[in-house]
């Protein structure tokens, strides 16, 4: 059953769709109206971004970095210094993809208040092809001391992260799409950093169990996949966690003891992200056999979206097929 | 003792700068001190730099060592972290902390981390030691404070090596000086043409060095990096300047102070004790350094200095 708070009707045919990106444009021109604390930084892809409605807001509280990723990251760094909360943005291939390094020892040692937006992740950015398709953010985040890792939902959710993230203090990754990607959530669906929300709870009266462990904006393909499981009388749960670090350690064990199996879900590579945080946390505590769903160790190439997310093994069938073969 | 000068800019006695000078020599005894205990460290960075720290730590810097968080103090960037002896030794002379502290560097627990930790050590303003990067963080607090205020008087001190100025960072951070012509943004280069494998000008040619800043749109300066007077003024000038970043190219003799380490590429990542032996044996270095620091390379006695 379909979380209260999710849009109605969820359906591959009637789901309105929009990037993740749009949230952020939106998030970020609200946090800057909340305080002034807040500035914004790009390099030339303001647009793209979406940065633009803040720079045109607060002309001077945007600055321009220019094509240097290396840069933007530090700068950002110096500004917290100073007090502010920058919010810097590129495509996360360049950032955190060419500045990791700059995170590392001037935002994520220095444990400084800036925020990272890195757009344009996951093979669903399409036509660009695979040098643009950041598959592997969240694995290189996520070894990050301080660091805060969020891959949202959608726009809805992708706009609660960016006020989220300019309320707390300390570096914050997000990672954001490019392509239109289903509106699953509602200004009501809940999010907090750090917290798991269960957005499909399953038909009880089913024997069989398949936890379905969600970030980012496939939460829908693995809500279509649950939604597909019951169908066909197995009992599915899908847990989104928008935040994969921290992992919100308790819902997730919870979730692992009600469930025979779990399959995670994500658009990256599945070593190093959600599936490498869930198999990590829960060999320890609660052995689990787990099904990983995403990039499997390949680079992505150019392609519509939705036929590359298929391609690379994350639709709703590979979902399906995932959650089968683990009860087998 | 020097008085610590809370002023900006101002006119230098003689007796003042005898005194500076006198303060840099112990600065540099204490930088020997700790890299021998510590047994691993740079030697030639730190002992070329210290006057530049001294100037600025007891004659430039806004700052109070008792209040390190004080809003309106003016930031040094070291850039360069691996110099840190010479800022430890320098933050500790000023204040700080307890001069013997400085013994505890590299080691187990210590807040001297062997290259700068900003959250170990109160009066850090950032981590450092990836060559590169202070100098765009010296541009965001320069940005920043632009923002808060455009009639600030605070400076931003950002101090970089010259091997370092081969890091493309650098100069994307130069970009965006030029750009938003950051008037308080005083950049130092620690221009000693060595580094850990050999001279500057044999791994990776930066002659023109002023030109290059100029192209960038920064006010350059070159000065001799021990003379304190001419550091003075020139610091002073930079101040001054408007509409564009400064950069002051200071020349130093890697080592300067010792003189049988001096301008010896060698000496670059190497602590007393650890170093070239053509002109000292290991077991001798440490003994030999401090008694040329001591006696001015021979040309006192020993108990007048």
Redesign the interface.
């Known amino acids: 059953m379909f979380a209260s708070h999710l849009q109605p009707n969820l359906s591959p045919q009637s789901v309105e769709k929009s990037p993740t990106r749009n949230g952020y444009g939106d998030g970020l021109l609200e946090a800057g109206k909340r305080d002034e604390n807040v ?1 914004a930084l790009c390099c030339d892809l303001t647009g793209s971004t979406r940065t633009d409605k803040f720079a045109a807001e607060f002309p ?2 945007f ?1 321009q ?2 094509v ?1 990723e ?2 933007l ?12 909360i ?1 919010f810097i943005a590129s495509y996360a291939m360049f950032s955190p993809g060419r500045n990791w ?2 995170i590392r ?2 935002i994520a ?3 400084a208040n800036v925020k990272i937006a890195g757009a344009h992740a996951g093979v669903s950015v399409g036509p660009d092809g695979a040098t643009h398709q950041a598959i592997e953010d969240m694995a290189i985040m996520r070894a990050l001391p301080n660091m805060i890792v969020i891959a949202p939902a959608d726009e809805h959710e992708a706009r609660k992260a960016t006020l989220a993230a300019a309320k707390h203090v300390g570096p914050v990754y997000f990672r954001l799409g490019r392509s239109a990607t289903p509106v699953v959530t509602t200004p009501d669906t809940p999010f907090e950093i750090g917290k798991a929300v269960q957005m499909f709870s399953r038909d009880e009266s089913l024997e069989r169990k398949v936890g379905i462990v969600s970030t980012g904006s496939l939460l829908f393909n693995s809500l279509m996949a649950a939604e597909e499981l019951q169908k066909n009388g197995v009992g599915a749960s899908v847990l989104h966690m928008a935040t994969i670090k921290p992992l919100d350690e308790e819902a997730l064990l919870a979730f692992a003891q009600e469930h025979d199996v779990l399959v995670t879900v994500e658009e990256h590579q599945v070593a190093g992200g959600l599936g490498g945080a869930v198999a990590e946390y829960l060999s320890g505590v609660h052995p689990t056999k787990i099904s990983r769903v995403g990039v499997q160790d390949e680079f992505g190439q150019s392609g519509e979206p939705d036929e590359l997310v298929e391609h690379y093994g994350m639709g709703i069938d590979s979902i399906v097929k995932a959650a089968r073969e683990g009860l087998e | 003792m020097v008085a610590i000068l809370m002023t900006i800019m101002q006119y230098l006695t003689s007796q003042e700068i005898t005194e500076l000078e006198f303060k840099a020599n112990e600065i540099r005894q204490s930088i020997i001190e700790m890299l021998t205990e510590a047994g691993s460290g740079h030697t030639a960075g730190p002992l070329g730099m210290a006057d530049v720290f001294t100037l600025l730590y007891f004659g430039i810097l806004k700052h109070d060592p008792k209040n390190p968080d004080w809003e309106e103090r003016d930031r040094l960037i070291l850039s360069n972290g691996h110099i840190c002896p010479v800022l430890y030794a320098t933050m500790a002379h000023a204040g700080y902390f307890p001069v013997e502290e400085l013994l505890t560097l590299r080691k187990f627990g210590s807040r001297l981390q062997g290259h700068p930790h900003r959250q170990s050590l109160p009066g850090l303003e950032t981590s450092s030691g990836p060559l590169g990067s202070g100098l765009s963080q010296a541009v965001g607090m320069a940005l920043a404070e632009r923002m808060n205020n455009p009639y600030s008087a605070k400076f931003m001190y950002c101090l970089t090596g010259d091997g370092e100025l081969q890091e493309g960072q650098i100069w994307e951070a130069a970009f965006l000086a030029g750009k938003e012509q950051l008037n308080n943004l005083i950049v130092i280069v620690d221009r000693n043409g060595i580094q850990i494998d050999g001279y500057t000008k044999d791994v990776m040619p930066m002659e023109p060095l002023a030109e290059k800043f100029e192209a960038f749109n920064f006010d350059v300066q070159e000065v001799d990096g021990h003379n304190i007077r001419a550091l003075n003024d020139a610091i002073g000038k930079a101040q001054a300047v408007y509409g564009q970043p400064s950069v002051i190219i200071t020349h130093t003799i890697a080592s300067k102070g010792v003189d049988v380490f001096e301008r010896d590429f060698r000496w670059h990542g190497n602590p007393p004790g650890k170093g070239p032996e053509d002109r000292v044996t290991k077991d001798k270095q440490a003994e030999v350094a401090l008694e040329k620091l001591r006696t001015l390379a021979g040309t006192i006695n020993t108990h007048d200095a």
């Open positions: 500035v001077n509280r600055v970095v220019g240097a290396q840069n990251a530090s700068v950002g760094s110096g500004m917290a210094a100073m007090g502010k920058p390094e700059q020892t001037t040692y220095n444990d």
